[in-house]
T-cell receptor, first 114, second 114 residues
Framework: EDQVTQSPEALRLQEGESSSLNCSYTVSGLRGLFWYRQDPGKGPEFLFTLYSAGEEKEKERLKATLTKKESFLHITAPKPEDSATYLCAVQAGPETGGSYIPTFGRGTSLIVHP | DAGVTQSPTHLIKTRGQQVTLRCSPISGHKSVSWYQQVLGQGPQFIFQYYEKEERGRGNFPDRFSARQFPNYSSELNVNALLLGDSALYLC?????????????FGSGTQLSVL
C-alpha cells in the first residue's frame, strides 16, 4: 500500500531562517509527486508537480526537489505569510497497481515568526 | 473565473442524521473528487467521479455515497452520521482523472456531528 510520511509535523522558524520540509514515500511506479499549501479553514492550493528523480521546481521562496525515495520543500528566507500547512501527495499509475488517485501525507505545519 | 465552490460552508448535525454536501467544479472540469480531512491529518480520498460515473472509491463505509450530475456538479451524501464523521469535507476538480492531473480544491464544508 502506498505510504507518504512527512516530517517534521510542525516547524517554527524566525523570519529569514531557511529550512526544509521532508516527504518520504513508498510507492511503485511513481507518476507524480505533488506539493500543496493549505491555509487554516481553506482547501489545499497546488504548488508543484515533480515527475522524476533529479527534478527541481521553484516558485518565489520555495524550491521542491525529488529523489527516488523522498522530496524536499526548501524554504529560503521565509516570511510570516509563508505560514501554512504544506501537504505532499503521491500518485501511482494503474500499470503498477495504482489508480492515479493521489495519496496525501499528514502535512507539516509551518509557522514563521516576524 | 470562479474556482471550485462548495456549500454549505459549515454544518452542524446530530448523530443518526443524514447530510448532503454540494460541489460545483471549475468550468470545463469534468472530474470531481471528494476528500475527508480530520483536524491534523491529510485529506483522505472518498470518491472520484468522471463523466457521471464513479471511477474510484476510498476505504469508507456504505453510509457514504455520491453522484455527479450532467453539468458535472456533485453531491456527497452521508447517512446515519457518527461523531467520527466530524471533519472538513473537501471537493476537488480536474480536467480529467489521469496521470499528473493537479487538483483544484474548494474551501470545504466543515461538518460537526454532535
Amino acid at each position: 500500500e502506498d505510504q507518504v510520511t512527512q516530517s517534521p509535523e510542525a516547524l517554527r522558524l524566525q523570519e529569514g531562517e531557511s529550512s526544509s520540509l521532508n516527504c518520504s514515500y513508498t510507492v511503485s511506479g511513481l507518476r507524480g509527486l505533488f506539493w500543496y499549501r493549505q491555509d487554516p479553514g481553506k482547501g489545499p492550493e497546488f504548488l508543484f508537480t515533480l515527475y522524476s528523480a533529479g527534478e527541481e521546481k521553484e516558485k518565489e521562496r520555495l524550491k521542491a526537489t525529488l529523489t527516488k525515495k523522498e522530496s524536499f520543500l526548501h524554504i529560503t528566507a521565509p516570511k510570516p505569510e509563508d505560514s501554512a500547512t504544506y501537504l505532499c501527495a503521491v500518485q501511482a499509475g494503474p500499470e503498477t497497481g495504482g489508480s492515479y488517485i493521489p495519496t496525501f501525507g499528514r502535512g507539516t505545519s509551518l509557522i514563521v515568526h516576524p | 473565473d470562479a474556482g471550485v465552490t462548495q456549500s454549505p460552508t459549515h454544518l452542524i448535525k446530530t448523530r443518526g442524521q443524514q447530510v448532503t454536501l454540494r460541489c460545483s467544479p471549475i468550468s470545463g472540469h469534468k472530474s470531481v473528487s471528494w476528500y475527508q480531512q480530520v483536524l491534523g491529518q491529510g485529506p483522505q480520498f472518498i470518491f472520484q467521479y468522471y463523466e457521471k460515473e464513479e471511477r474510484g472509491r476510498g476505504n469508507f463505509p456504505d453510509r457514504f455515497s455520491a453522484r455527479q450530475f450532467p453539468n458535472y456538479s456533485s453531491e456527497l451524501n452521508v447517512n446515519a452520521l457518527l461523531l467520527g464523521d466530524s471533519a472538513l469535507y473537501l471537493c476537488a476538480s480536474s480536467l480529467f482523472p489521469g496521470a499528473n492531473e493537479k487538483l483544484f480544491f474548494g474551501s470545504g464544508t466543515q461538518l460537526s456531528v454532535l
